[in-house]
């Protein structure tokens, strides 16, 4: 009998020590003692520039004067620069990753990843490294001069946390085509590479006239609407824009526009006959793709705006 108790006893004594180790290790996971603002600075409103280098490319966002963010002097899209800011804001480690991988990740964020840094003015707060697996499924960043590498998520989505930080510079334009104060329009240039006789210019003089011709108001007033409102559909990767290589060969359309500064915005458009979608270069070095519905209503000769 008192074989069995001390049995039962020892049972016991085994399964509460168990109990015991597993507690402590739950307790003592990385998850629940990982600091989650790692990766955050005080003010996020303060940060006036990020600049984002990935291999030999990189990408300065940049706050002017008037409070518009721009990335290489052109207008950034407002809504992946809010995207860029909520990363930056709700990101957190969901743990840090162990010592043994650690070390061989770090180097490969390092080398690999996007450093990102964010300034303040003159100062920088923050800078860290952001890369993934392969798959992109997984997020990680390491701060720079340190060698701790955390698992990265946002709490509530399913999304890669890292890549906001891996688009090329195309992806921060803003989608506008002729992003620019439309008050300070000075001139408007239409060219045909096919029929020169077609090319016309229009000039401000009180209101907007094309030179030598007497041009129907509403058809001018309605070309230019469509123009100043004009959106990409999307951005091209230099990858993505081989496969438009084609179109290079149609004779194109290019419109350029000037601002009272002497600035020119231009756009060169290679329609195809037949296809939905039309490929063009935007300010000579942006691949982008249109709707050809939003292009075509300005692919408009000088006679198509003669009164009648």
Known sequence: MQQKRNIRLLISLSVLTIITALLIFLFNRTDNVVDKTVFRIADLRLVDRVVLEHDS???????????????????????????????????????????????????????????????????????????GNPSKSQAYFVKEGDEDVYLMVIPGYRVYTSGIFELEASGWKDKYVFGFNWQNFKKLSVSFAASPADNFDVTMDKLPVIEGVQADTAKLNSFLDNVSLLTADQYLTKSQAVAYDSARFVPPVEISVSDLSGKVYSLRLYAEPGKQVVFGMVQGEYPAVFNSRKVLPLMKSKGWFVKK
Do not use: C
């Open 57 to 131: 490319s990189k990408v300065e966002l940049k706050l002017d004067a008037s409070g518009r963010w721009k990335a290489k002097d052109q207008l950034a899209d407002r809504s992946m620069i809010d995207v860029l800011f909520a990363t930056l804001q709700q990101a957190e480690p969901k743990r840090r990753v162990s010592d043994k991988l650690a070390d061989s990740l770090a180097t490969y964020l390092k080398r690999n990843g996007t450093a990102v840094t964010l300034y303040q003015g003159n100062e920088s707060p923050l800078r860290f490294y952001a890369g």
